[in-house]
């Protein structure tokens, strides 16, 4: 079936404006395009929306967002659409123009005012949404003839020494051939630090003396002392503790619209927390939202599927340097150039977590901050260089759900979400590499995105399948980030 794209437009003020790429199965009739104004104008007023652009000459840019994949505010507005009979909408997307004032280097107004890795500048107005961009054909890496250390030359690759050796090994030696792209992407994310935390299990030797136990037994040996009132611990995605019965309204029909009836169940209190560290460093506001956002799956992703409740966050930062407001104590010293200053950190990684749970419905209750850099008299410098950004959450998860169940043959998998661009991938990879062993434009790419209104829409379905109580669809759940899964393929089915 054939499409059509038309184009309606929204001024924001004299020098930026919206422009609605609407792609339809027929061309809407007159009575439609009102009905689609009426939804796409500001305050309901019709003559806001326009068939002609309000921006016009060749200092006018136009961004948006690739067309590989409808955005989330596509699909949000395309339901819209359906509910007020206008079915032959298939796809919105919203770019958005601007007048570049005189004198501004055009490509530079461009690189500034949009994410590359989801954003790209439009040349003209949109006829298609077709790309016509096909898939990169899979190649092999010539281990055969360069060894091991082939792998080097691979952008984004953490593997040290012993991984590389390991992996050549088992293609080379093993099964006689060379490793595809495809297989070593996989096994660079699915076997980073990130994911399978090896150091945190490795052996801990201090001062040449190897320990007793390695760092993961330490934590462990909390709940060994004090085991009373855990119901989930250092097996899944979240822990949980022991809650009780209560009285909650719960759909008679879970996810259509139902009456709410007054149900008596034994909900436990699910508690999660995470950082996010390298990417908010790298790129503050989308490595913020994006870990609220993982922190987020972790309440969903645990047992059989977890409620989502209130959220916390908290940033370590270097010295701040707030402008105009010089402290004593803060020396200027030299930054990676792949890492945000303190201040933007701050301010850009804070909006980027409250943006996030805002547009999710999760509260952001609780938080603190604290900047530290000094260096000591010898020579060492002790501070927050590398950021922290941490997350945390409350949920709660019914009683009857707190086990995953063992995987069967005939099981189904099935992925629920957004679509994956090529951002994040290689992120596991990346956070797990030493500080300053990449470069700046991989770990740019290597930062996910926020999609808030996508992973809202995965939880109704989750939510609607826990409260179905003992009739849940969902056997087993684990969260999939953009680049893991190898690792949560793994993790669902082992």
């Not at 503790?241 to 008596?264: C, F, M, N, W």
């Not at 105009?324 to 930054?335: A, H, N, V």
Request: aromatic fraction near 8%; include cysteine.
């Amino acid at each position: 079936m054939g499409t059509t794209v038309s184009q309606l437009y929204r001024a924001i003020d004299g020098n930026c404006e919206y422009c609605f790429n609407i792609e339809s199965t027929t061309p809407l009739a007159a009575a439609e395009l009102d009905r689609l104004r009426l939804v796409l104008a500001d305050g309901f007023l019709a003559a806001t929306v326009t068939a002609t652009p309000n921006l016009a000459g060749e200092r006018v840019v136009e961004l948006g967002p690739r067309l590989n994949f409808a955005t989330a505010w596509s699909s949000n507005l395309v339901s819209i659409c359906r509910a007020i009979g206008l079915g032959a909408v298939t796809r919105v997307e919203r770019s958005r123009r601007f007048l570049v004032p005189a004198g501004e280097d055009l490509a530079a107004f461009v690189a500034a005012n949009h994410d590359r890795m989801t954003e790209c500048p439009y040349k003209a107005p949109l006829t298609t949404f077709e790309t016509g961009v096909t898939p990169e054909p899979v190649y092999e890496i010539d281990l055969i003839s360069q060894g091991p250390d082939g792998l080097l030359a691979i952008p984004g690759i953490s593997m040290d020494e012993w991984d590389r050796n390991f992996y050549y090994d088992y293609f080379v030696t093993k099964h006689k051939r060379n490793p595809t792209i495809v297989e070593i992407m996989d096994l660079n994310n699915a076997n980073s630090e990130h994911s399978r935390h090896g150091f945190f299990r490795g052996r801990q030797i201090i001062d040449g003396v190897e320990q007793e136990k390695n760092l993961f037994q330490l934590v462990t040996d909390t709940l060994t002392a004090h085991p009373k009132g855990s119901v989930i611990a250092f097996k899944d995605n979240s822990s949980a503790v022991a809650g009780h019965k209560l009285t909650t309204l719960i759909p008679d029909e879970p996810g259509a619209p139902s009456r709410l009836s007054a149900q008596e169940v034994v909900y436990h209190v699910l508690l999660t927390a995470e950082t996010h560290n390298f990417p908010t460093g790298v790129a503050p506001f989308p490595g913020a939202e994006t870990g609220t956002g993982g922190r987020i799956r972790d309440v969903q992703g645990t047992g059989k599927g977890g409620f989502v409740m209130a959220g916390t966050a908290g940033y370590c930062v270097a010295n701040l340097h707030i402008p105009g407001y010089d402290l004593p104590w803060e020396s200027r010293y030299d930054c990676p150039d792949n890492l945000a200053s303190a201040l933007t950190i701050e301010i850009e990684a804070s909006n980027g977590a409250s943006d996030y749970g805002n547009k999710f419905g999760e509260p952001l209750v609780l938080g603190f901050t604290r900047s530290f850099d000094l260096r000591l008299d010898n020579g060492e410098r002790w501070g927050f260089l590398k950021p922290i950004m941490f997350t945390a959450g409350v949920g709660q998860i019914d009683a009857r759900h707190t086990a995953k169940a063992k995987e069967e043959k005939g099981m189904l998998i099935v992925q629920v979400g957004g679509p994956a661009y090529r951002v994040g991938f290689g992120g596991g990879a990346a956070s797990s590499m030493l500080q300053g062993e990449n470069v700046s434009e991989l770990d740019f790419d290597a930062v996910q995105r926020g999609d808030a209104e996508m992973e809202q829409k995965m939880n109704r379905v989750i939510r609607a399948c826990n409260e179905m109580g003992d009739k849940t669809l969902i056997d087993v759940i684990h969260d999939q980030w953009r680049s893991t899964w190898p690792s949560t393929r793994s993790a669902t089915v082992s």
